[in-house]
């Protein structure tokens, strides 16, 4: 995968976060360690994988990622129910 789009949320499932990437799982490990302190995802402890697709090319994620952003909240909830309908953490299953 050249590009990854992801939603991550907190412990409560109630906050999501939409983001882009070249790495996923380095892109995760950043926000379980809250690499970047003052960020969205730090204040609101949003660290749970519930959501990913992966892309040949970085700009066709980025693509996606505008779609996702784009929808309602409960589109992007039904995504998730449709991929990951227990909302489990997802990291662990990230190749290396």
Same mark, same amino acid.
């Given at each position: ?17 939409? =983001? ?33 697709? =992966? ?6 994620? &980025? ?7 784009? =929808?309602?909240?409960?589109?992007? &909830?039904?995504? &998730? ?16």
């Amino acid at each position: 995968m050249k590009g990854s789009v992801y939603i991550l949320t907190n412990h409560n499932n109630s906050v999501l976060y939409t =983001g882009v990437t070249s790495n996923l799982k380095e892109r995760v490990i950043q926000h379980k360690l809250k690499m970047h302190s003052g960020s969205f995802s730090a204040r609101y402890n949003i660290s749970k994988l519930v959501y990913y697709e =992966g892309f040949e090319a970085i700009s066709e994620a &980025i693509k996606r990622e505008k779609q996702i952003k784009g =929808g309602s909240r409960k589109k992007k &909830i039904d995504l &998730i129910c449709k991929m990951n309908p227990d909302w489990m953490d997802l990291s662990s299953t990230l190749n290396t």
